[in-house]
């Protein structure tokens, strides 16, 4: 099963380093300009899986992909939301392929979303 191996959601850090279920590292960076996720420990180098500005229709995409995964507990001091629902999304992932998928499937209803409302 995927884990978090640490995380950070306060003043001046927003990030979450997780292995997947097949020992995949997983970093996620949150700030106010840029989303990131990347197949890495640490964040500085390995191949960037998602790289987005955070848009309240990047918001709803990921809103919309989370509620149709499985529940997963994530600890209750993470409250940025999109840190938590890209947790949400990288744990229910088994491989980066996996996740890949997914961070896909969320940026093409973030398209379509900003299509129905442009």
């Not at 709803?60 to 989370?66: C, H, V």
């Not at 001091?77 to 949400?88: E, S």
């Amino acid at each position: 099963m995927s884990e978090i191996v640490n995380y950070r959601d306060g003043m001046g850090q927003c990030w979450a380093r997780i292995d997947l279920e097949n020992g995949d590292p997983i970093w996620i960076s949150v700030t106010k300009h840029s989303v990131m996720v990347k197949k890495s420990r640490v964040g500085f180098f390995g191949k960037k899986l998602l790289s987005e500005r955070p848009t309240p229709y990047f918001f709803e995409s990921l809103i919309r992909l989370t509620d149709s995964l499985k529940e997963i507990n994530i600890p209750s001091d993470i409250q940025h939301p999109a840190l938590r629902r890209l947790i949400h999304i990288t744990l229910a992932s088994k491989s980066t392929d996996d996740l890949s998928e997914r961070l896909e499937y969320a940026m093409n209803l973030k398209m379509e979303l900003e299509n129905a409302y442009n």
